[in-house]
């Protein structure tokens, strides 16, 4: 899910790393956020789109943060902290805010600049520095969630590859990625430096959440938030 990429998209990449996040990609390959061969992927940006959100029915309320300085969502929302385990620890859930994340398949925890290159920065993102879940290969994985249904939350996504690629996610009301389809956000979100928020209010509620890289890489999701504990 990585391909080779040239001298001028690296030199472009490290650019915009120093710029944004204040840190050297030195460390880590010239290809990918990761540090991975670049294998398999199309490496070509999908077509132009604006942000959307689809709704199954009139009767959901779908309403879309785009970026985490509004105070409804990080003043009502708890963030999951992964600051405590290890770079490379691979994960299969995350537990947090009363609240258990199980995921699909088997994750990797990562940092910026640590062992992934790039993020963003504020006002787009929380930090330009976060701690991170890396989807391991997985080009499409399922978050699932316990407790009640939850109101208001998402979370941050980046791909791997340094190029703008297609990021779709769908909030169901159901676990593991079924039931009542609540909506879909769909986003160009670039691989350097070009972390995006993906985040609703909707009702009645989600307990899993579908993410697709569309050009078939892989990603990371950062600052996982989920409604205050009542």
């Known amino acids: 899910m990585h391909r080779s990429i040239g001298l001028g998209i690296f030199a472009a990449a490290a650019a915009l790393v120093l710029a944004s996040a204040g840190a050297s990609v030195a460390q880590h390959s010239t290809r990918s956020n990761s540090g991975h061969a670049v294998v398999g992927a199309t490496g070509k940006s999908s077509p132009l789109i604006r942000p959307a959100a689809t709704g199954r029915d009139a009767a959901t309320v779908f309403r879309i943060y785009y970026k985490p300085i509004s105070p409804n969502y990080t003043d009502n929302t708890c963030d999951i902290d992964l600051s405590a385990i290890p770079d490379f620890t691979p994960l299969s859930s995350v537990s947090g805010c009363d609240r258990t994340v199980t995921l699909s398949g088997t994750w990797e925890k990562r940092s910026v600049p640590n062992s992934w290159a790039t993020w963003n920065c504020p006002p787009y993102v929380e930090s330009c520095t976060p701690n991170i879940l ?3 290969g997985q080009t499409t994985v ?3 969630y316990s407790g009640p249904r939850i109101h208001r939350g998402g979370f941050e996504v980046e791909p791997d590859m340094f ?3 297609t990021i779709q996610v769908d909030f169901y009301e159901g676990h593991g990625g079924k039931g009542h389809h609540l909506g879909t956000i769909t986003r160009q979100v670039d691989g350097s430096a070009g972390a995006k928020l993906f985040a609703v209010r909707t009702t009645p509620g989600f ?6 890289s569309t050009a078939g890489d892989d990603f990371a999701i950062a600052q996982p938030r989920v409604r205050n504990p009542q």
């Open 134 to 136: 890396y989807t391991a």
């Open 207 to 212: 307990r899993s959440i579908v993410v697709t």
């Open 142 to 144: 399922t978050l699932d």
């Open 163 to 165: 190029a703008v690629e």
